[in-house]
């Protein structure tokens, strides 16, 4: 499988895993022309793409959704009361009610709804599968739970939320109302929290730790590097940011990819 954050952070969220020659996106967070954009960069085509994934409706995670689905038809899977809380009114054709732990198959993937802790109306994060190799997409997590930490156990590759730093969100300009929202734990992980979570149920199977979602206003990608620099000596690790898409990756490829990477540091 290869995977890639086309969008990752508190201004616009969207993910790519793909088979083969099918694709899915995991929710469609940035305006369909920067969507574009950035697939054009990586050499993606918009048509490869066979279903959205959605998970929740929260902007950040369907601004874009609505005008690229429709201009390609492709189906939306969301649960009900996403699709609800989006008050986006689409072809009812292309809308694919799921429950939130719900398996879908689109071509050789099985996508596996994760139900989770988040201040919306059904959220899920989502596990990309092709039976062989697991890819787990959790962000907008806003505290640990058993769903997330089975996940984390089961994974070759970890897109995981590093959202804010809690010395960064307690002393900035938001209000109380949104510090307390962002970790009352219906919001957000922090870089400690999300730290944790990954150092306690990691097992031997992970091979690439991609940081996502990250603060523009409470965290930075230098600080999230440092966070976890040290405790991902024997994995490739990567922190998706909110300016630019990622470079795709392949599971197959992803030793040697960090050898080659371990190679240029000795050199």
């Known amino acids: 499988m290869k995977y890639c954050a086309i969008a ?5 969220n969207c993910y790519y895993v793909a088979k083969g020659d099918t694709a899915i996106l995991i929710d469609a967070g940035i305006n369909s022309k920067h969507i574009h954009l950035r697939m054009y960069n990586l050499g993606i085509l918009p048509t490869q793409i066979k279903a959205v994934f959605v998970t929740h409706e929260h902007s950040d995670h369907i601004r874009g959704l609505s005008v690229f689905v429709k201009k390609y038809n492709i189906p ?37 709804g994760i139900p989770k802790y988040h201040d919306a109306k059904e959220p899920c994060s989502f596990l990309v599968s092709d039976g062989a190799h697991n890819i787990g997409i959790l962000t907008d997590i806003g505290r640990p739970c058993k769903n997330v930490e089975h996940v984390i156990k089961h994974v070759d590759v970890l897109l995981l939320e590093s959202n804010f730093d809690e010395e960064m969100l307690k002393n900035g300009r938001y209000s109380y109302f949104l510090k307390n929202r962002i970790s009352s734990g219906w919001g957000h992980l922090s870089n400690t929290v999300a730290l944790d979570l990954f150092n306690t149920h990691r097992t031997s199977r992970l091979k690439h730790l991609m940081l996502t979602h990250l603060s523009g206003e409470n ?18 690790l990567s922190v998706a940011t909110r300016y630019e898409e990622t470079e795709i990756f392949d599971v197959v490829n992803l030793n040697a990819l960090k050898n080659d990477m371990r190679s240029s540091m000795c050199g």
């Open 76 to 112: 939306v899977y969301i649960t009900n009361g996403s699709y609800e809380g989006t008050r986006l009114h689409l072809p009812s054709h292309l809308v694919h009610i799921i429950a939130p732990d719900a398996v879908t198959e689109i071509g050789e993937m099985k996508i596996y």
């Open 219 to 236: 965290n930075s990608v230098e600080l999230v590097h440092e966070t976890f620099r040290s405790h991902c000596e024997d994995i490739l």
């Open 8 to 12: 990752s952070g508190s201004n616009g």
